[in-house]
């Protein structure tokens, strides 16, 4: 199941084939996620730094966005060097929803491996439902990760393009006014991809952080087909609606990596404004 919740994982933490990684984030402060994770964490817990580590380098003119993938190659080291092995049960959290957690959740689904789920409420709720933290840090033993054939169930801007002029419905995950083009604080340009349809990736979870109802999720997604594109800003919150999605039956929706980041570096890509 792509989500667990925190009384679930609490009777496992003693498990030695789980492995918990705290993939807590900020894009004001890259450092941030490693100061909060050295402050206070779930017990056993890994730290995961996404910009770093979940991420590789950019073109020299943005090409593949702000968050491109890493090598397969790549991240088959950082796992080995996480301690995780193909048979582990990986748990992914963050401190806002998901939306930095469903990253990893993704990329390790996309190479294929069989477990893997994401905190619902992630450290607010763990704390809120009583459980413990600790600043202790954890080292776990190396492990060996096969190097998988590569990243699966990801297309790039021209896929995109042709998939847009073939009618493929495009979702965008980023906040509205970003969505709308009236705000870009991190992009070339402001706008969307033409065509594309909004659905915020903060809306899938309630007030608390936790997920919504999977009915309600369901109305969030209807009618986006089997196997839409998603993108953000550049490749991460995308992951949280294709999580998202796949509680509902989404089973085919890819991801576009590099993004909006990706598309508003290129000036010849057509950009749309307002609500369509």
Same mark, same amino acid.
């Given at each position: 199941m792509?989500?667990?919740s %925190?009384?679930?994982?609490a ?5 030695a084939?789980?492995?918990v990684c &705290?993939?807590?984030?900020s894009l004001?402060?890259?450092a941030?996620g490693?100061?909060?994770?050295d402050e206070?964490h ?12 979940l991420?590789?380098?950019p073109?020299?003119? /943005? !090409?593949?966005?702000?968050h491109?993938?890493?090598? =397969?190659?790549?991240f ?5 060097r996480?301690g995780? /092995?193909?048979?582990?049960?990986v748990?992914a959290?963050?401190?806002a929803?998901?939306?930095? $957690?469903?990253?990893? @959740? *993704? ?8 477990r ?9 709720? *763990?704390v809120? $439902? /009583?459980?413990?933290?600790? $600043?202790?840090?954890? &080292? ?10 590569? @990243? ?5 801007a021209?896929a995109?393009? !042709?998939?847009? #002029?073939?009618g493929a419905t495009?979702?965008?995950?980023? #906040?509205?006014?970003r969505?709308? /083009?009236? =705000?870009?604080?991190l992009?070339?340009?402001a ?11 903060? &809306?899938?979870?309630g ?10 999720? #369901? $109305? ?5 087909g !089997?196997?839409? =594109? =998603? ?5 991460v919150t995308?992951?949280?609606n294709?999580? #998202?999605?796949?509680?509902? +039956?989404?089973s ?6 590099g993004? *909006?980041?990706?598309?508003?570096? &290129?000036?010849?890509?057509? %950009?749309a404004? +307002?609500d369509?």
């Amino acid at each position: 199941m792509a989500l667990i919740s %925190v009384n679930d994982l609490a009777t496992q933490l003693d498990d030695a084939q789980l492995v918990v990684c &705290d993939v807590r984030f900020s894009l004001a402060d890259h450092a941030q996620g490693r100061r909060d994770y050295d402050e206070a964490h779930l017990p056993g817990a890994v730290f995961v730094d996404l910009h770093t580590e979940l991420a590789g380098t950019p073109g020299p003119n /943005g !090409e593949g966005g702000r968050h491109p993938l890493p090598t =397969v190659e790549e991240f088959a080291a950082l796992l080995g060097r996480l301690g995780i /092995g193909p048979s582990n049960f990986v748990v992914a959290y963050d401190a806002a929803g998901g939306a930095t $957690a469903s990253r990893l @959740w *993704w990329m390790l689904r996309s190479i294929g491996h069989g477990r893997v789920s994401v905190l619902d409420g992630g450290l607010p709720a *763990w704390v809120a $439902a /009583g459980h413990p933290v600790t $600043a202790d840090r954890t &080292d776990r033993p190396p492990a060996t990760y096969p190097v998988p054939p590569g @990243w699966t169930g990801v297309v790039d801007a021209e896929a995109v393009a !042709e998939g847009v #002029a073939l009618g493929a419905t495009v979702v965008d995950s980023r #906040a509205a006014e970003r969505f709308r /083009g009236e =705000v870009e604080p991190l992009d070339p340009r402001a706008g969307h991809i033409p065509g594309a349809i909004h659905r915020f990736h903060g &809306d899938n979870v309630g007030a608390d952080g936790t997920h919504l109802p999977l009915d309600q999720l #369901a $109305a969030r997604f209807a009618g986006i087909g !089997e196997s839409p =594109v =998603v993108y953000c800003g550049s490749g991460v919150t995308a992951c949280h609606n294709l999580l #998202a999605m796949s509680l509902v +039956g989404v089973s085919r929706a890819r991801l576009y990596a590099g993004s *909006w980041s990706d598309w508003s570096a &290129d000036p010849d890509r057509p %950009v749309a404004t +307002g609500d369509a």
